[in-house]
């Protein structure tokens, strides 16, 4: 079983940034594709950025992609979502997902792994 915990949500103004962290313990997941997606209320859960169990490549969603990076650190059992130049309509629940297996779905429904979810509201 894998556990998902994010961290470094909270409120921020229009334009700013922040980093968003999800740590995995129980297992490695140094071996799955990992996924952070978001759900803003009335909304339907959307695939943000995904990124490959090695690093090496990275997925965006055309609404994030150029503002947002995903990253990994593996030895640490860590994804990262950096977030810059942040709109309105980026203010959702940012969650991260585990495959559990190698390749980078782009459907919720494909990850067997979920954390809590953190709160992410950017104010114009």
């Known amino acids: 079983q894998v556990q998902l915990v994010e961290s470094g949500g909270g409120l921020v103004q229009a334009g700013g940034s922040l980093r968003l962290s999800c740590a995995a313990s129980?297992?490695?997941?140094?071996?799955?594709?990992m996924s952070w997606f978001r759900q803003a209320p009335g909304k339907e859960r959307e695939f943000v950025a995904g990124i490959s169990w090695s690093g090496g490549s990275t997925f965006y969603a055309d609404s994030v992609k150029g503002r947002f990076i995903i990253s990994r650190e593996n030895a640490k059992n860590t994804v990262y979502l950096q977030m810059d130049s942040l709109k309105p309509e980026d203010t959702a629940v940012y969650y991260c997902?585990?495959?559990?297996?190698?390749?980078?779905?782009?459907?919720?429904?494909?990850?067997?792994?979920w954390g809590q979810g953190t709160q992410v509201t950017v104010s114009s």
């Open positions: 997902a585990a495959a559990g297996r190698i390749g980078v779905p782009r459907s919720q429904y494909e990850y067997g792994y």
């Open positions: 129980g297992r490695t997941i140094s071996n799955y594709g």
